[in-house]
């Protein structure tokens, strides 16, 4: 297949965008914190990101928004990058077949966490890159990471986000605690629960959020941040686990690697072709961008990116 | 990347078989059904078809070996013909998180199996195609189908491993009955089981089962058999779930879609450039031919034809 | 505490059959096999049996209904009788804390169900009587247990009932196929499952039931059928399995042993005291007889024959 | 049946020590904290109170030990006492055919434990009595209720013990916070649990947890204590839920309201004729002491004590 140039592109951004701003069902905004709850459901975004640099918008995307769980997959890059294959001693690479934040697989798996992309995953692999270090410094290193691979300084975290996740994290300090006690904890849960949920809070738009996925899309100065090896594991992981018990259905309809948030974001990624994202505040009933997922499915069909062929 | 030319290929394809002919942990054949546990596991063979309509093999790769749940991708292919979309009210499209043959989601799902490859969505599957016809009917259908996908018209049922495996399917029996109770059965279960049972047993080399799998590729004239949209989602499938409860590192490791069978093959696709079978009667932990599912990881690093970048 | 003599109790069930007479909220009749469905729900009996031969009731205690799950007492007691302990490799004795047709825990424990009197550990319990035998051996041998028990020959099975339950089996089907592909299962399906539906089947008015349950209280000659050491490990079993997943409940509001059918119908035990049936058609969330359980709570409360001081 | 004297029960009581003593296996003891794991294991203790007051004892019965979960029954009276029925609210009453320290169950049912007597319906039950208080309050309040109960003053907590609890509290944390979650919490959970680590802490002879134990054997000053109707209530607890997933096999081989403590005592009840302790270290596969248990079979068959006739 021939790259679609720009030229191609923009039309079909604006036509999404296009779509979803008349969307009459939209989903809800996740209200487990307030602050999330309170976001204009009315929003839409999209960016991508080319190999020859190009970046293309539509709708709302300079907005920033809580990117949420999306920071999963830079903390696994990280994680990966310090720890390499050794991490995969403390959490599995299996999709769960559960919801997000459930605890069973935990007591059926000695507190070993199914995949980095579950709530207790995500955990385990934050209390993986904070041992020997202070939060201060996990989290500076993750907006390193993040600014370096957007080229943008301008990214930073929400602190009202991360402080009212904090006050709603009973149920992320239980699962910390059930991996404690299967000694699949190294720091005590304040500290891993606290950096998890400062991690969350980033705020990042769909433009600099498709910056920063550029390294997952193999672009040619990808590997100066991770070796493709790397990147090829991190993108399987994506497909098979990145939207939770809704990840079957991500990969039958738009057929690309992608990890959502509960914000309402999705960064997904076309290898070699682009890195992309959209954003809408509202979910479905699995917790995944409602409009985004649907505007991730236009954009596969028109573009012909699925990985399926 | 540049596409790999046979001559490229070949010699990867003698190193892999070679490798595989000194492996000293060769995993166990399965053993459930005495017509499977009492193969020989020191045979290895590979094959793959290329768009060019060259094929490649090396080691056992003439010998017919039984396809067992590989029948499940070329069921689902002539059910999602006859049916359309409307199938997936009776089988979801996530992976489970369970052993292929647990019958606890069908409990938590009110009967309708997690997706077409555990082994109730399978049964779903085959009790779809089944009604309104006879198993003959459905069985000659499944083997007009592969002999034309491979153009190969010795492609046959072993019977005895039929027979065997009927006389040890209580548990798929269980599975069928348990759905016939939510009303997720259209047949007899002895019908669909009986069909199923068939279905499993059927025969096939390496080589045959690779030129079955090229409609998957998409290769230049597949679309006669199945359309484009279409093949992506059995591959998405195949990626998410094919591999049971080890899909996930299946995507990790290899990056391909494919779909395992008890019977020690393995189908996968890279789409565009090739089908791939491989076979070796040994299992791993998870059920999944062990040299296998090395030999294709060896395949997709020698090759870089991971969908993933 | 003195016992309680014929004229202290019936004025209790005259009362207790008053206060249900008017009961608004009366639970809803099993609908899953059409005969069992059409009952008038107005309906309500009680009778008990006293160590000196007396017969008391009250309301509609002499209409046969249904004895369902009630019959797992006493085929339990038949099968202990022939196999005695080595009855407890095939089936288990702890609660499940799951519903009474549950097929997850089958899963869980390799093919042993938990206990005799949830519907896996039933359907073991029959299957382990019919080796050897016919059905109809084994529904005669249980009828002239009932007779004997009861001192009344009219007790039969209701054939109307059995086939419609026969027609409705496929989950106990699934049950009882799921053992067999576990090794725990000696009969064909068919004929195991055949032979409980009828167990199901039979029927009986309140006054038989209790007159039946008097060897669970030990009554004076009561260890002819059944020695007084296996009576009390009946006994134990009813009263923290008897009423599925609320027995609990049971225990905690009657404080009585006591097994529930779903065709409304409730036998409980006070030992050295009183057998005791009652009947109402309508059941609770849990499947068992609304009003039964509140009669059977009434009751004890009156009488203070709870086992637990 | 006679009630059996003195002079017939401290033979059978001397018998069953004298057994015991020479018990080649005797389980072993709990590891999960240091304090248990060194305790002696060689020990055996038994005592019972009869309703005219007097005290047997055999073997190790004056030696102190731990009570750990049997304190359970003693904060599950205190609740009552308080909050009376609406504690149910917070709480179950039924078995939950799973491990005492499973969370499994706290994810099926929203936050709600099963019944007091497994790790989380404990820590809920002590969270209720908490709201309000501080700990040293309800720890005075439980050592008060067992001083009066077993009229003696030298009942205390071991801090040693409830400190190393308290450093392997993981689990119990994570349970104390997954109810946070759901909103079943009262109290920060570090209180919680740090009030629940010293109440297992709580050290007692055999003789004193008879004694203590006097009130739920309806003796005839009990009533002073915990009403006749409460004690019914918690005696039908302990036996459907006091022995985890063994209260079955415990209902079947004894016949009587028993708890248990990770620590090898158990408490058991005959209602109106004697409340039982035995003690020795070993547990068996369930977590339940060993010998304590054989000991409770022994006795309950010489005394023909069953609850179940």
């Known amino acids: 297949m021939e790259a679609l140039s720009p030229a191609d592109l923009q039309p079909i951004l604006d036509e999404i965008a296009h779509a979803m701003a008349s969307a ?68 599995g690479r299996e999709p769960s077949g559960l919801a997000f934040n459930s605890i069973v697989s935990l007591e059926q798996n000695n507190g070993i966490p199914r995949n980095p992309f579950v709530n207790p995953g995500a955990i385990a692999v934050t209390d993986a890159i904070l041992h020997g270090l202070q939060p201060r410094d996990v989290l500076a290193e993750l907006l390193r990471f993040l600014r370096t691979a957007a080229e943008d300084n301008d990214i930073h975290i929400d602190k009202d986000v991360a402080l009212s996740e904090l006050a709603h994290a009973h149920r992320n300090i239980a699962m910390a605690e059930f991996m404690a006690a299967h000694g699949n904890l190294q720091n005590p849960s304040a500290l891993t629960i606290g950096t998890y949920c400062h991690q969350c809070a980033v705020e990042m738009s769909c433009v600099q959020l498709a910056r920063a996925g550029r390294f997952l899309a193999g672009f040619p100065d990808a590997a100066r941040l991770v070796s493709p090896a790397r990147v090829r594991r991190i993108n399987a992981l994506m497909l098979t686990c990145g939207h939770y018990d809704a990840s079957g259905d991500f990969a039958y309809r738009v057929g690309l690697p992608g990890k959502s948030g509960v914000g309402g974001g999705i960064l997904a990624i076309a290898p070699g072709r682009a890195s992309i994202a959209v954003w809408s505040p509202g979910l479905n009933a699995q917790g995944n961008s409602k409009l985004g997922a649907e505007a991730m499915e236009h954009l596969a069909h028109a573009t012909g990116w699925s990985v399926f062929g």
């Open 24 to 91: 009459t069902d939209r989903g809800e905004p996740a209200t487990y914190i307030p602050e999330l709850g309170c976001i204009n459901p009315d929003q839409f975004g999209i960016a991508l990101c080319l190999p020859g640099g190009q970046v293309l918008q539509a709708g709302d995307a300079a907005t920033p928004f809580s990117i949420q769980s999306i920071s999963k997959v830079f903390t696994l890059a990280i994680a990966l990058g310090r720890l390499g294959d050794s991490l995969w001693s403390r959490v």
